[in-house]
């Protein structure tokens, strides 16, 4: 078993920046991939960004927060980041992170196994 617990959410203003954990136990962290979706009120899951095993010298991100995101990684830790700067209202949504995927380069939850339970941001204007 795979526990992740997200922290760092909060209410900001647009053009703010807030850093979320992902806190992870149960499993050799290092070995695996991680990533971070976001869900919107009303909307789907979608894909934010992913980290490669080890030492994450590999990202991805959707295009949505491309050059605004950094995922990071700090293996002895056993957390995963997500730096979030110029946050846009469009940003608010509960954010959760995730243990894949099992295809790199895949933006598809089915891809992940182990998720958090979520933290929320939300982004004033």
């Known amino acids: 078993q795979v526990q992740l617990v997200e922290s760092g959410g909060g209410l900001v203003q647009a053009g703010d920046s807030l850093r979320l954990s992902c806190a992870a136990s149960?499993?050799?962290?290092?070995?695996?991939?991680m990533g971070w979706f976001r869900q919107a009120a009303g909307k789907e899951r979608e894909f934010v960004a992913a980290?490669?095993?080890?030492?994450?010298?590999?990202?991805y991100y959707a295009d949505s927060v491309k050059g605004r995101f950094t995922i990071s990684r700090a293996n002895a830790k056993n957390t995963v980041y997500l730096q979030m700067n110029s946050l846009k209202p469009e940003d608010t949504a509960v954010y959760y992170c995730?243990?894949?995927?099992?295809?790199?380069?895949?933006?598809?939850?089915?891809?992940?196994?182990?998720w958090g339970q979520g933290t929320q941001v939300t982004v004033s204007s």
């Open positions: 980290i490669s095993w080890s030492g994450g010298s590999t990202t």
């Open positions: 995730a243990l894949g995927p099992r295809v790199w380069g895949s933006r598809s939850e089915k891809e992940y196994d182990y």
């Open positions: 149960g499993r050799t962290f290092s070995r695996y991939a």
